[in-house]
């Protein structure tokens, strides 16, 4: 069974860092594009970033530009979401996503998800 859990959600200040992991199993992930959506409320799932199968190349939303980095760990099956200057409109449910691609996939049309993890960042 294919899982995706996410992890290291919570609350923080504006300005503050979070880091989000994904840890992922049932199945090898290294033939995947991995990348990190989020949903707040009242607003429709939203692509964030992604990284390619070999973690040799990225993308992201202008929102997480300069501030977002993603990264992997193909021998931990872990994907990983370091979030510096949080700010209050970075406030949603943030979810992982794997798909079996050689190409980078900025839209949510993903073959496995996670069940989300919390940020809340205050002002």
């Known amino acids: 069974q294919v899982q995706l859990v996410e992890s290291g959600g919570g609350v923080v200040q504006a300005g503050g860092s979070l880091r989000l992991s994904c840890a992922a199993s049932?199945?090898?992930?290294?033939?995947?594009?991995m990348g990190w959506f989020r949903q707040a409320p009242g607003k429709e799932r939203e692509f964030v970033t992604v990284?390619?199968?070999?973690?040799?190349?990225?993308s992201y939303a202008d929102s997480a530009k300069g501030r977002f980095t993603i990264s992997r760990d193909s021998a931990k099956n872990t994907l990983y979401l370091q979030m510096n200057s949080l700010k209050p409109e970075d406030t949603a449910v943030y979810y992982c996503?794997?798909?079996?691609?050689?190409?980078?996939?900025?839209?949510?049309?993903?073959?496995?998800w996670g069940q989300g993890t919390q940020v809340t960042v205050s002002s």
């Open positions: 996503a794997a798909r079996q691609t050689l190409m980078l996939v900025t839209s949510n049309e993903y073959d496995y």
């Open positions: 049932g199945r090898t992930f290294s033939n995947c594009a």
């Open positions: 990284i390619n199968w070999s973690g040799t190349r990225t």
